[in-house]
């Protein structure tokens, strides 16, 4: 199955799309952490991240869509994927659609995580995580550049919403609750029966 995760800041695609994986036996793959992997490791596409990233910007689409389509290209992805953090502008969602109409493929479907923003905001400012032993802010969190990256959301990448509805592709789930209640949700969107292990009705 070929997904995308859609969704603000904070409605908990990382977490989801590392379970869904799981149960998909897909990878998932967030363009957050290959960013943020490149940053630590000081590699020239972190360089290029970077400054981007802390001001809560967008990278531009060259940069990342060069880069998915690299990702997407090796051979664990040829089967399936979930995309988390991929696309975030138009632009970028046309390009998926054409490099994958180039190998005569296509995405099966699209889950938008409905968190309101004051939610957001909240999770944001708590967040943690853990680098070398120690639990730490993600630079981004801080909450000037955690509401400009809402902002960035709602003119760049909330459109994508009507976007995909237009291509049939988008299933909308409440993603407030517990992480194994937003997994049933989501599950259930992407017609994936747990008791078979298999997509309903294949
Ligand atoms: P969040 O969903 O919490 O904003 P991510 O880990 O998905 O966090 O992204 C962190 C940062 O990485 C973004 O603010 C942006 O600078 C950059 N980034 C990630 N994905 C993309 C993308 N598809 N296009 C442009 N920039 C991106």
């Known amino acids: 199955m070929r997904v995308v995760l859609l969704g603000p800041p904070g409605a908990g695609k990382g977490t989801q799309a590392q379970i869904i994986a799981g149960h998909l036996a897909a ?81 099966d479907r699209v889950l938008e995580l409905v968190v309101d923003e004051d939610e957001l905001v909240r ?13 730490v802010q993600r630079s981004d969190d801080e909450p000037e550049t955690v509401r400009h990256r809402l902002q960035v959301y709602r003119e760049q990448t909330a459109p994508l919403s009507g976007f995909y509805e237009g291509e049939g592709l988008l299933a909308r789930i409440d993603a407030i609750g517990s992480v194994e209640d937003v997994t049933a949700r989501a599950l259930e969107a992407l017609g994936w029966s747990p008791r078979s292990g298999q997509q309903a009705g294949a």
């Open 27 to 107: 990878p998932a793959i967030s363009t957050g952490d290959i960013f943020r992997a490149n940053v630590s490791g000081r590699t020239e596409l972190g360089q290029k991240a970077k400054t981007y990233m802390d001001a809560g910007d967008l990278v531009p689409d060259e940069v990342t869509v060069a880069m998915v389509k690299d990702r997407l290209a090796e051979p664990d992805a040829k089967a399936g994927f979930l995309l988390d953090g991929f696309p975030r502008t138009i632009a970028q969602a046309e390009q998926l659609r054409d490099s994958l109409a180039e190998l005569g493929n296509g995405l």
């Open 123 to 135: 999770r944001l400012s708590g967040r943690r995580m853990l680098v070398d032993g120690e639990w």
